[in-house]
């Protein structure tokens, strides 16, 4: 809407939601580092890390540049879902990806203790 008493602005087309480059099956290090296909027309995008599918537990949030790099840390090893949305020069945040899954195994298993089997 424009100014009270104004001219409306003309309807827009929200723009699509970025996908991640090179997503990784299994990070090993943190900060797992996440990189966005650029979208035409949005100077900058949401990103959302959470603990389910349906985005309702958001562990975090963040609006960047189109371009910058995401460095995600502070999660534990796990399975989480990163979301992204477009947002568009005026501010208008376009629809919420599907959730792309982030696996992350930083921490190794502890070694196994294995003693030879003697045979008597």
């Known amino acids: 809407m424009g100014q009270a008493g104004g001219t409306a602005t003309a309807p827009r087309r929200l723009l699509p939601p970025p996908v991640p480059f090179d997503l990784k099956p299994i990070y090993k ?8 296909e ?3 027309d949005s100077p900058s995008l949401r990103v959302m890390v959470t603990l389910d599918r349906e985005a309702k537990d958001i562990l975090q949030e963040k609006v960047i540049r189109t371009g910058e790099r995401m460095d995600i840390s502070g999660l534990r090893d796990g399975v989480y879902y ?5 947002i568009d020069g005026v501010g208008l945040e376009g629809p919420s990806s599907e959730p792309f ?3 992350l195994r930083a921490n190794p298993l502890p070694p196994l203790i294995q003693l030879p089997r003697w045979q008597t």
Request: aromatic letters at 10%; hydrophobic letters at 45%; glycine letters at 0%.
């Open 29 to 36: 290090e943190i900060p797992l580092q996440v990189t966005f």
């Open 82 to 86: 990163l979301f992204t949305q477009s």
């Open 38 to 40: 650029p979208i035409k």
């Open 101 to 103: 899954v982030l696996k």
